[in-house]
């Protein structure tokens, strides 16, 4: 009768299986609102200005424009272009607590299309206009007069919301805190400017948030962590082979050795995506991000080819590297959306990045230890080989779904797993000390 492999005829190596199968996790799904048939302001809070993006039904315009924008918004740029801006500028009337006015341009404008089985087609304009206050006045104090479409449709409402405030803490990405709204007032039959004050926010804040956001998106870039850990799965081992013959990962090379390699491969993946995301956050080096998205994908797939049997053994710090660059490009377009002016950004650049480097030492700190402690049984084969099939599983997954731009059925899993990963991370824990409790007794 055939016997079984060590690794499967065990409880050990069932729960094992069971735990690499489902450490490849993804990103929780997100969903948007439907549009809502009220303009909508968001400020972006900048040291001297404020950069506004108004959003206004193309229905509710069209009745207060004055031309039709609705009805045939093919073009409607083109068309209406420098009337628009002249009717958001007759409607948009920031002043200093003092009665001074602001400055305000705008500066592009764009209709945006939604359509959907129910509301079907809703279409909006998208209007950016910069709020420049005068001379010595705060930015984050003044009173907000604005009656676009107002003026004409009084059952129409302005929701005026902070979208970004970095000397708060708040970014872009975050759910935006709404100020108030302008309306009619019906006892008095007019609309009401919005006094808006704003509390005062600080440099440290503002890094701060930015080493909360670094930490925030590498622990749920599933894509970035996984690289770097089946990267890492081969690291406590020697190389075997060489000289004519076949490279094949050997046995447990030592604590030191483990350390040695873990910390230049780690060293090397961090000063790679730092490079990038410096000069992609400036604006000097910048690339599609559906290319840069394929591409980290793939180097897991490199990753997990070399963890299943040695493609570049002792060189492991330069491919880290080498991918790294391409991991700090999608770190970059984080930081390069919130268009920061200059001090902000060479902040945030830092504390991200710094939030970026502290995740990352948590994750391996909880997950290296047991790996080391799994090298040094006849268990670790499988575990090794196990998790580079999976992950290149994921890696292929990735491609696909990166290259179609749709979803599939392995990515969709993977994004279900996500949630689970502290009991994963416990139940490696649980096997590593079980299986090298098991080896120190029978020594």
Same mark, same amino acid.
């Given at each position: 009768?055939?016997?079984?492999p060590?690794?499967?005829?065990?409880?050990?190596g069932?729960l094992?299986?069971?735990?690499?199968?489902?450490l490849?996790?993804?990103?929780?799904t997100?969903?948007s609102?439907?549009p809502?048939?009220?303009?909508?302001?968001l400020?972006?809070i900048?040291?001297?200005?404020?950069?506004a993006?108004?959003?206004?039904?193309?229905?509710?315009?069209?009745?207060?424009?004055?031309?039709t924008?609705?009805?045939?918004?093919?073009?409607?740029?083109?068309?209406?272009?420098?009337?628009?801006?002249?009717?958001?500028?007759?409607?948009?009337?920031?002043?200093?607590?003092?009665?001074?006015p602001?400055?305000?341009?705008?500066d592009?404008?764009?209709?945006?299309?939604?359509?959907?089985?129910?509301n079907?087609?809703?279409?909006?304009l998208?209007?950016?206009v910069?709020?420049?206050?005068?001379?010595?006045?705060p930015?984050r104090?003044?009173?907000?007069?604005?009656d676009?479409?107002l003026?004409?449709?009084?059952?129409?409402k302005i929701?005026?919301s902070v979208?970004q405030?970095?000397?708060r803490?708040?970014?872009?990405?975050?759910q935006?805190?709404?100020?108030?709204?302008i309306?009619?007032?019906i006892?008095?039959?007019?609309?009401?400017?919005?006094?808006?004050?704003l509390?005062?926010?600080?440099v440290?804040?503002?890094?701060?948030?930015?080493?909360? *956001?670094?930490?925030r998106?590498? =622990?749920? #870039?599933?894509?970035? &962590?996984?690289?770097?850990? %089946?990267?890492? /799965?081969? @690291?406590?081992?020697?190389?075997?082979?060489?000289?004519?013959?076949?490279?094949d990962?050997?046995?447990?090379?030592?604590?030191?050795?483990?350390?040695?390699?873990l910390?230049?491969?780690?060293?090397a993946?961090?000063?790679?995506?730092? *490079?990038?995301?410096?000069l992609? =956050?400036? #604006?000097w080096?910048? &690339?599609?991000?559906?290319? %840069?998205?394929? /591409?980290? @994908?793939i180097?897991?797939?490199v990753?997990?080819?070399?963890?299943f049997?040695?493609?570049f053994?002792?060189?492991?710090?330069?491919?880290?590297?080498?991918?790294?660059?391409?991991?700090?490009?999608?770190?970059?377009?984080?930081?390069?959306?919130?268009?920061?002016?200059?001090?902000?950004?060479a902040?945030?650049?830092?504390?991200?990045?710094?939030?970026?480097?502290?995740?990352?030492l948590?994750v391996?700190?909880?997950?290296?230890?047991?790996?080391?402690?799994?090298?040094?049984t006849?268990?670790y084969s499988?575990?090794?080989?196990?998790?580079?099939?999976?992950?290149?599983?994921?890696?292929?997954?990735?491609v696909?779904?990166?290259?179609?731009?749709?979803?599939?059925?392995v990515?969709?899993?993977?994004?279900?797993?996500?949630?689970?990963?502290?009991?994963?991370?416990?139940g490696?824990?649980?096997?590593?000390?079980?299986?090298?409790?098991?080896?120190?007794?029978?020594a």
């Amino acid at each position: 009768m055939k016997q079984r492999p060590y690794f499967i005829s065990r409880p050990s190596g069932w729960l094992m299986i069971f735990l690499l199968s489902v450490l490849v996790s993804g990103l929780p799904t997100t969903s948007s609102a439907h549009p809502m048939p009220n303009s909508v302001v968001l400020l972006n809070i900048h040291t001297d200005r404020i950069d506004a993006e108004v959003q206004i039904p193309l229905n509710e315009l069209q009745a207060a424009f004055g031309h039709t924008v609705n009805d045939s918004s093919a073009g409607l740029v083109a068309r209406l272009g420098p009337q628009l801006k002249a009717y958001l500028l007759q409607h948009i009337r920031p002043k200093s607590t003092d009665d001074r006015p602001w400055i305000v341009s705008v500066d592009g404008l764009a209709v945006h299309e939604t359509r959907n089985p129910i509301n079907g087609v809703y279409r909006e304009l998208i209007a950016q206009v910069r709020l420049t206050p005068p001379v010595g006045e705060p930015v984050r104090r003044f009173v907000f007069h604005y009656d676009a479409v107002l003026h004409q449709v009084v059952t129409h409402k302005i929701l005026v919301s902070v979208r970004q405030d970095w000397a708060r803490g708040q970014v872009a990405d975050e759910q935006t805190a709404q100020v108030g709204v302008i309306e009619l007032d019906i006892v008095n039959n007019r609309i009401l400017p919005l006094p808006i004050s704003l509390e005062s926010g600080s440099v440290w804040m503002g890094f701060q948030s930015m080493i909360t *956001l670094g930490m925030r998106h590498i =622990s749920d #870039g599933t894509d970035h &962590l996984l690289f770097l850990l %089946v990267l890492l /799965l081969p @690291a406590p081992l020697l190389v075997s082979g060489g000289s004519g013959q076949r490279f094949d990962w050997g046995r447990f090379g030592g604590v030191r050795y483990s350390l040695k390699q873990l910390v230049s491969i780690v060293t090397a993946f961090t000063l790679g995506h730092s *490079l990038t995301l410096l000069l992609g =956050s400036l #604006g000097w080096l910048r &690339l599609p991000s559906q290319p %840069v998205e394929i /591409l980290i @994908a793939i180097s897991i797939l490199v990753s997990a080819i070399h963890a299943f049997r040695p493609l570049f053994p002792g060189r492991e710090p330069w491919v880290a590297a080498g991918f790294g660059l391409v991991h700090g490009l999608a770190f970059a377009s984080i930081l390069a959306n919130l268009q920061l002016d200059t001090v902000p950004m060479a902040l945030s650049i830092l504390g991200f990045n710094l939030g970026i480097e502290l995740m990352q030492l948590v994750v391996i700190g909880l997950t290296i230890p047991w790996l080391i402690l799994l090298s040094q049984t006849a268990l670790y084969s499988a575990v090794r080989i196990s998790g580079a099939v999976l992950a290149g599983v994921a890696a292929l997954a990735w491609v696909i779904e990166r290259v179609s731009g749709n979803a599939n059925g392995v990515t969709e899993l993977i994004e279900h797993v996500a949630n689970g990963a502290p009991w994963l991370l416990l139940g490696l824990a649980l096997l590593a000390v079980m299986t090298w409790g098991r080896l120190r007794a029978s020594a």
